[in-house]
């Protein structure tokens, strides 16, 4: 019998949930699909917490974890691309009033017209901060190709958020690129 996880161990895990949901989210757009799949991944690690390595990096471990499982459900719901009449950017409202929000719908909107690979190298990278060897390492692709999807994501942003030469549009600021 597999000998349960140590308190530490459990509180570590814990403290790694909001960026799991935020990264959740953000594959899903959907709140309820991103908390399951979260509890899935929380428990998942849990129970097969001997296999991670101590040296390594927990985040990146537990958000490889959570995009198996997304991958698993997507193959499960046959839903491996977003319909455009279903998206979830589609319902977003920005809050009334504000610039800002809309040009965070716009963000939204652009981001989830990009291709998966191009937006989970970009979510991990400039969102959660990690390493491309992090990201490589989540991904299963080598670090050149982790490099050259953020490169065309950018640019695909940055066409996508352009596209209305008369609009105002978010600017496209990246963090964690520097790593």
Do not use: K
Not at 35 to 64: I, K, M, Y
Not at 128 to 135: F, G, I, M, V
Request: proline share 6%; glycine share 6%; charged share 30%.
């Amino acid at each position: 019998m597999p000998r349960p996880p140590t308190r530490e161990f459990e509180a570590q895990v814990v403290a790694q949930l909001a960026p799991l949901r935020r990264y959740a989210r953000s594959l899903t757009g959907d709140v309820a699909w991103a908390d399951d799949l979260v509890q899935d991944a929380a428990e998942r690690a849990l129970s097969r917490w001997n296999s991670f390595r101590p040296d390594s990096n927990l985040r990146a471990w537990l958000l490889t974890i959570l995009r198996h499982l997304y991958i698993d459900q997507l193959r499960g719901r046959r839903e491996i691309t977003v319909d455009d009449e279903s998206a979830p950017w589609r319902t977003l409202e920005a809050p009334r009033g504000e610039v800002d929000g809309l040009e965070l719908r716009d963000l939204q909107r652009a981001l989830y017209l990009l291709p998966v690979a191009q937006r989970e190298v970009l979510l991990l990278v400039c969102v959660e901060e990690l390493s491309y060897q992090e990201a490589s390492a989540v991904l299963g692709v080598p670090s050149g190709t982790v490099m050259s999807r953020l490169s065309r994501a950018r640019e695909h942003l940055r066409v996508l958020l352009g596209q209305d030469p008369g609009r105002r549009t978010a600017s496209l600021r990246v963090v964690g690129t520097t790593r």
